[in-house]
């Protein structure tokens, strides 16, 4: 359980600033610090002391009927990768401190940032799939709050708008391809993935899960062609860049590509894709960075390039490549992240990052200068420093593996180009800031930073070159565990050292250098050559792409939605009649082996009013209540055959439900237009019967075939168990109250939500009433009849005595809570009906609102009663018991969870039907009022 802390560690310091910002920034900056060092510490102590394992595994059960547990992971591939995410998040932590000026919301900006660690976290410790994609998503909603931080700057929102639809796209691929690895091996499990390699390449979905997982790889590690969202991400905050450049998001893709590569990689499709993407990138990007005037800019399109290597040596194959890949992961990081805090640095201190305003800094920031030009010379795989060695385990597999048969010669010449304009890009950036002769004055005079800001860029350019001048420290602590997680076999021999004697990688490296060096020279006319052609801005072509798509949607929305009710219906059912009318056309294939149920008049007689009460409502539809009574009789036609089919429950509750419509309906009819225009002609009036005659047709065919087959139903679990586990002999109740009380708990908190929103929009309504019916004869004076008032209030204590009844017999004959809160409302109404709201309200003082509210929390503490005693939530008890005066009786804690259910629709039908009936009062205006 100590890998859970990890992650809950970080999450905890989301919270960290807004307790600690009242202290002071310095406090706050120290205090969020403590989250990413605690869980930094135990990581290391729980690799530390796993023994013998290679792999440290903790889990909670989640949702164990999905296949899902909140399972985490620590083995070598992760160790690295939270080195990395922890180790310099915490660098970045301080150096924010200083980088955010004093308008920057601190407590807002290092919540986001340690969101953004938590999601990372969860990518590389998910031992899930499904979990590593929930926090996939969580590192693009995070890394949107982060880019776009300084939301007052237009590049910032469209930065943001535009990682987060490309990465979010990327992710939406990636989930399908985890589903079809789980399809394919049967399991999301993380560990059983990759043992299920030969699954995976025996399935004809191979090829289309290695697509889909790499377009989720390529677009979260900007790779070719999804790379244009990442220079555009430097609207973002520096601190934000070096992380989001070093360790953290783009190197999800780089860890997603080798957690999967044990179960996916090593086939010529793998291998084709994945190293073409790679060298396309890097050359690609490298171009870019050398014509670049920004100096984040330069470093972005570097990281572009660079991770564009990784890339390359993930699709090699060798083990030696994967080695060179996970050991470029660490020093990219490491000499990354001090370039960017080194470009934050200088655009704190003087005002600008345009390399055409900087020159001979290190003149007057001469310690900065240094340190950033070693971070440099690394990147560009200068020897003693960190980068070199990598840069040579690239070159060394390049002219090695031959991964196209003959046209392999093609990767060590990409290769090659990529690492001399590297050198080139380099050169420029280290050259043009600190040593060439200024051709502008920047907008303020350059210093040095306080020393704090610069302590993280010191540690880490320290570490390149300690890593560099003993790169064997790495491969015995960190790269062979590593190695170990992503490798199929057996370790390979290699050794890292500086030097490897005088071999083909080693003139390589050497004619890259001096290549990247000439080109540096000769940038001016590059430049030059470069302003021949078109700009074009990514930002601008992006939005222009999602404007025009936005365009097409909402043409597309106004050809469709039309404000016709009419047009969406028929639109439903024509394409559910293309859904299912092929298969039901199958005419020999349509019946089952079940004969029919034989036909009697009564059956005849029933089916024939239906059909009649349907076709006169649409046909009577302008006549208003006598629409209603053909209605009213479906209604009635429909609770008769529920009866007929021996289902009392249902037929009492329809019954009920249609007394309250058709009390809804006279009372929101009462409000509409008493006459509408005919909004049909002839033609499409024959249309919609010849629509709705298919449609009928369709549900008539599916109910054929289904009634004439044999189905395994569920009912008889529920007829076996429903007296001995629920002690009721009404199965229905038992059913709505026990085995699914969790469904009738969320339908009834529904119905009070439902209730409560309608009451607050009717509350204070103002409605004009109407003064005449359709003939234009006024209305009634006499508002309550007195005949009504008498048959009410006769009716009223029998109504509710009924209710009661079918109340308490409702756990073991025809009833219930539900049937029982319609008939009292229905009571209580026909009470506003007759004698008005005023004289009701005046004698029913109480409120509606606290009754559907008091429903749902009693039978919600019916459910947490069970859990005092040890059994899950809403479990139900019963037992027999005897009384005096009464005798023997059968008591059930389902009861209580009734009640709930009856005070609940009581108060939300009273909520919605009182209200609508107090639009009517004398107080409210009408038209004959001036």
């Given amino acids: 359980m100590t890998l859970l802390w990890i992650p809950l560690l970080t999450f905890l310091g989301v919270f960290v600033p807004a307790l600690t910002i009242r202290g002071g920034r310095s406090l706050c900056a120290l205090a969020t610090s403590l989250a990413p060092l605690a869980a930094l510490l135990l990581v290391i102590h729980a690799w530390l002391s796993r ?11 989640w949702l164990p009927t999905f296949g899902v547990d909140l399972a985490l992971r620590i083995d070598g591939l992760s160790l690295l990768f939270l080195l990395l995410i922890l180790g310099i998040g915490l660098l970045i932590i301080l150096y924010s401190r200083y980088y955010l000026s004093a308008q920057d919301s601190m407590r807002r900006f290092y919540a986001f940032l340690m969101l953004f660690m938590t999601a990372m976290v969860g990518i590389v410790m998910a031992d899930n799939l499904l979990i590593l994609w929930g926090f996939w998503e969580l590192t693009s909603l995070s890394s949107f709050l982060l880019i776009g931080f300084w939301s007052h700057q237009t590049e910032a929102r469209k930065g943001a708008r535009m990682a987060m639809t490309i990465t979010g796209a990327g992710g939406l691929a990636l989930l399908a391809g985890i589903l079809l690895i789980g399809k394919v091996v049967g399991s999301f499990d993380l560990g059983t993935v990759l043992a299920g390699r030969q ?11 290695v697509v889909l997982v790499l377009l989720g790889a390529f677009a979260k590690s900007a790779q070719f062609p999804f790379h244009f969202w990442l220079p555009h991400a430097m609207a973002a905050p520096t601190p934000v860049s070096a992380y989001l450049h070093s360790a953290t998001m783009v190197k999800a893709g780089i860890f997603l590509m080798a957690r999967l590569h044990p179960a996916l990689a090593d086939t010529p499709l793998w291998n084709t894709l994945v190293t073409l993407t790679g060298l396309t990138t890097m050359v690609y990007a490298a171009w870019f960075a050398f014509l670049k005037t920004d100096l984040k800019a330069i470093l972005a399109f570097s990281t572009i390039s660079h991770l564009g290597l990784i890339t390359t040596l993930l699709g090699l194959g060798s083990r030696l490549a994967l080695a060179a890949a996970l050991l470029h992961v660490i020093n990219h990081a490491l000499f990354k992240a001090p370039l960017f805090m080194s470009a934050g640095i200088i655009d704190h201190e003087s005002g600008t990052r345009d390399v055409r305003k900087l020159g001979g800094v290190i003149r007057l920031m001469p310690v900065t200068a240094t340190l950033a030009c070693l971070a440099t010379a690394s990147m560009a795989g200068i020897p003693l420093l960190n980068g070199f060695i ?13 991964p196209f048969g003959g046209l392999s010669w093609i990767v060590p010449l990409l290769a090659g180009l990529g690492g001399l304009l590297s050198v080139a890009y380099s050169l420029r950036f280290a050259y043009a800031t600190f040593f060439r002769r200024p051709r502008q004055q920047p907008p303020q005079t350059p210093h040095e930073p306080p020393w704090p800001m610069r302590a993280p860029v010191e540690l880490l350019v320290a570490l390149c070159l300690v890593f560099g001048l003993f790169p064997a420290v790495l491969q015995s602590t960190i790269l062979d565990n590593a190695l170990r997680a992503v490798s199929n076999g057996p370790l390979p021999t290699y050794h890292l050292a500086l030097w490897h004697g005088l071999n083909a990688p080693l003139l390589l490296s050497v004619a890259a250098v001096l290549g990247g060096i000439v080109l540096h020279f000769f940038h001016r006319h590059v430049m030059r050559f470069k302003r021949k052609f078109t700009a074009h801005d990514a930002r601008y072509i992006f939005e222009g792409a999602i404007q025009r798509i936005v365009y097409l949607s909402q043409r597309g929305i106004d050809r469709l939605e039309n404000g ?21 056309a199958q005419l020999e294939r349509l019946g089952g082996s079940l004969a029919g149920q034989p036909l009697d008049p009564l059956l005849v007689l029933g089916a024939a009013l239906l059909i009649m009460g349907g076709v006169l409502t649409a046909a009577l539809h302008r006549q208003r209540l006598v629409s209603l009574l053909m209605l009213s009789v479906v209604g009635l036609v429909v609770s008769l055959t529920f009866a007929r089919f021996s289902a009392p429950d249902l037929a009492l509750t329809q019954l009920s439900v249609e007394v ?3 009390i809804l309906l006279m009372l929101a009819l009462f409000f509409l237009p008493q006459k509408t225009p005919r909004e049909s002609s002839g033609g499409r009036i024959v249309r919609d019967i010849l629509i709705a005659a298919a449609f009928g047709a369709l549900i008539a065919s599916l109910n054929y075939a289904v009634l004439t087959r044999e189905l395994d139903s569920i009912s008889s679990y529920f007829l076996a168990n429903a007296l001995p586990e629920g002690g009721g002999h009404n199965v229905v109740n038992v059913i709505l109250v026990d085995f699914r009380g969790f469904d009738t708990l969320g339908e009834i908190t529904v119905l009070a939500i439902a209730g409560l929103a309608i009451y607050k929009l009717l509350n204070r309504l103002r409605l004009f009433m109407p003064a005449t019916d359709l003939e234009g004869r006024v209305w009634a004076a006499d508002r309550h009849p007195v005949l009504l008032m008498v048959v009410a209030q006769t009716l009223l204590p029998l109504a509710l005595l009924v209710s009661f009844f079918i109340f308490l017999r409702g756990h073991n004959y025809p009833g219930g809570g539900f049937i029982a809160g319609l008939i009292t409302a229905v009571a209580l109404i026909l ?22 509210i008091a429903g749902v929390a009693l039978s919600t503490l019916t459910g947490l009663g069970s859990m005092l005693f040890g059994y899950p939530f809403l479990t139900s008890t019963f037992g027999h018991f005897h009384l005096p005066l009464i005798g023997d009786i059968e008591l059930a804690s389902a009861l209580v969870f009734d009640g709930g259910i009856y005070l609940a629709v009581v108060g939300a039908t009273l909520m919605i039907l009182a209200n609508l009936g107090k639009l009517t009062t004398e107080y409210r205006p009408n038209k004959d009022t001036p």
């Fill in 51 to 61: 023994g013998d394992a290679e792999v440290l595994r903790a889990s909670l059960e």
């Fill in 831 to 852: 009470l506003y009906m007759s004698r008005g709201v005023e004289w009701a309200q005046q004698r029913l003082t109480f409120q509606f609102q606290p009754i559907a």
């Fill in 564 to 584: 016709s009710l009419q047009r969406y219906l028929m639109l439903l059912v024509l394409c559910s009649l293309l859904a299912i009318a092929p298969g039901l």
């Fill in 199 to 209: 699954q995976l390449l025996a399935s004809p979905l191979y090829p289309l899960i």
């Fill in 660 to 662: 309250v419509t058709m």
């Fill in 390 to 402: 990598s840069k040579e385990m690239f070159f060394t597999e390049a002219l090695e593996v031959q």
